[in-house]
């Protein structure tokens, strides 16, 4: 594992450490909320693994966070520009998914932008939302892509725009195509 890859683990590591710790939560808690057992919970804080898109999902939901806060942690202000270079980018190898955070990070602001890419025959299930009732809007770049919100299947091409307040379970799946797509959360 590079020194990049292992850097990034250990931030992640201890910023959801932190997160479940400032909430008073035991790992046993936080893995009866989340569905994500103590033992993998425990090897996340430790670095020793990086969490899967679906497991963040469970996380994020159980501490009622968008998915960003997980990722990031929260600065008091914020940068009007972040350079390409500077943005934060997240990779589950096990889904091969992709996550850059194009916002500015930031608690202030309400509108985030995420460029996402799912690789060819991946499913990745989130079993409830992060903040019930969360605006996105999805555009999907490149590839194809269909994604299931709150039971109801939609079929996205390329330069379709998907807007939805997500309430339940969502479903994102592609097939012979990777999908590449931009979405935006209020």
């Not at 390409?84 to 998914?97: K, L, M, P």
């Not at 919100?149 to 012979?176: M, N, P």
Request: aromatic share 4%; glycine share 6%.
């Amino acid at each position: 594992m590079d020194n990049t890859i292992t850097t990034q683990h250990q931030a992640l590591a201890g910023h959801l450490r932190k997160l479940r710790t400032d909430r008073g939560l035991r790992l046993q808690d936080l893995a009866n909320h989340s569905g994500v057992s103590r033992a993998t919970l425990s090897r996340i804080e430790n670095g020793e693994v990086s969490p899967t898109a679906e497991t963040l999902g469970r996380l994020a939901s159980a501490l009622a966070l968008p998915l960003s806060q997980l990722l990031a942690p929260m600065e008091p202000g914020f940068p009007p520009l972040i350079r390409r270079a500077e943005q934060n980018v997240w990779v589950d190898h096990t889904h091969g998914f992709s996550r850059r955070t194009l916002s500015p990070p930031s608690g202030q602001l309400q509108l985030e932008m995420i460029e996402c890419i799912i690789e060819p025959h991946q499913r990745i299930a989130y079993t409830s939302p992060a903040v019930p009732n969360h605006e996105h809007h999805l555009a999907l770049l490149s590839g194809a892509l269909s994604l299931t919100v709150d039971g109801i299947k939609y079929d996205l091409s390329v330069g379709d725009c998907l807007r939805y307040r997500l309430q339940g379970a969502s479903l994102f799946e592609t097939g012979q195509q990777p999908a590449h797509y931009i979405i935006s959360m209020i």
